[in-house]
């Protein structure tokens, strides 16, 4: 009887402690969802970030891609999760902060259903050109679209990711008319540019660095505020004319909304620990990409700032799903 009674004090304790309950997690192995396809920057970076996850936590990590509909697929799957720590995930710039505003109507509220845990890295975009185009500077593209509204082309890997927003933010900014063209992915449309079936393209710098460095694109200028490491020369959209233009391609942790304080921070800080490891730093600033980290609190109004900017620029230009 005693053993009995004893037996449901600690079934009681399970239930009524949550601090004795976060002592053991995370006690079984975690599923990181990654909302891009295998092989692409989202996925590899998510598996990197997992492997160290696992390191620190002593339990695996395992990587599960759900691609499909912008990012909205994956993203979901997270955000109606249970939300004890066991199903976390890439959090990425379209899924988070555009698609409420270009889809009728969004599976998930990113404000609502998910938790920002850590903001990973930031990454600007590459305004290119063939090396054999007349552009010279986006001052030439400019005044070559004012003389001829519609007629020049970007391509970008899809509507409302930051190759297509960067486009349209150009077109906004700098008052031009050109044609969007999109494709099913972003190594299409560089396909496409590289044969000269388009103008011009925002791509990611660490896409577009290879073809760069071949002298196979010509870089005319980048979306961040600040120049490049890898190409110093290369000034930045505002350097070249564009006031106020920014663009950057960024990830970072999320859990479903509900996940416990002591998880989210617990997980916070191996991110933040991940962030100063030498092989992962490494690689992001080898592809052009800013290290970032901080609180969830930081990522969360970084979030809600970028929902603002481009929620009003994708209903200001009319952008709707295919």
């Known amino acids: 009887m005693q053993r009995r009674t004893v037996l449901q004090a600690a079934g009681l304790m399970t239930v009524l402690s949550p601090a004795w309950a976060q002592e053991k997690y995370p006690s079984k192995p975690i599923t990181f969802v990654c909302p891009y396809a295998a092989g692409g920057g989202s996925d590899q ?3 990197q970030i997992a492997r160290f996850i696992s390191a620190e936590l002593g339990v695996p990590v395992i990587v599960e891609n759900k691609p499909g509909a912008g ?9 109606k999760a249970k939300p004890d720590g066991y199903v976390i995930g ?3 710039f379209a899924p988070l902060s555009v ?4 889809f009728p109507k969004l599976p998930f509220n990113p404000a609502k259903d998910l938790v920002p845990i850590c903001l ?3 990454g600007p975009l590459a305004l290119t050109v063939r090396p054999d185009s007349p552009f010279k500077s986006v001052k030439d593209i400019i005044q070559a679209a004012k003389a001829h509204p519609g007629k020049l082309s970007f391509a970008s890997g899809g509507l409302g990711g930051s190759h297509h927003l960067s486009g349209e933010l150009f077109k906004s900014t700098a008052k031009i008319s050109m044609t969007h063209i999109p494709y099913r992915s972003g190594a299409l449309a560089t396909t496409d540019l590289l044969g000269g079936q388009v103008d011009m393209m925002f791509e990611q710098l660490y896409s577009a660095a290879p073809n760069i460095q071949a002298g196979k694109l010509r870089a005319l200028a980048i979306t961040s505020t600040k120049r490049s490491p ?9 350097e070249a004319g564009v006031p106020g233009f920014e663009v950057e391609n960024w990830q970072g942790l999320i859990a479903p909304a509900g996940t416990p304080k ?3 921070t617990l997980l916070n800080g191996v991110v933040n620990k991940a962030l100063q490891d030498p092989e992962i730093r490494k690689q992001m600033l080898s592809q052009g990409n800013e290290v970032m980290g901080g609180t969830p609190e930081q990522f969360a109004a970084y979030v809600a700032a970028e929902t603002a900017k ?8 009319g952008i709707k799903p295919e």
């Open 310 to 317: 481009w929620s009003k620029l994708v209903k200001a230009a």
């Open 71 to 79: 990012g909205n697929i994956g993203t979901d799957f997270i955000a």
């Open 120 to 122: 990973i890295e930031k």
């Open 262 to 264: 002591a998880i989210v």
């Open 99 to 102: 698609n409420e505003a270009m």
């Open 230 to 238: 890898l190409f110093p020369e290369v000034p930045t959209m505002i």
């Open 45 to 47: 970076r998510s598996r």
């Open 90 to 92: 890439m959090g990425n």
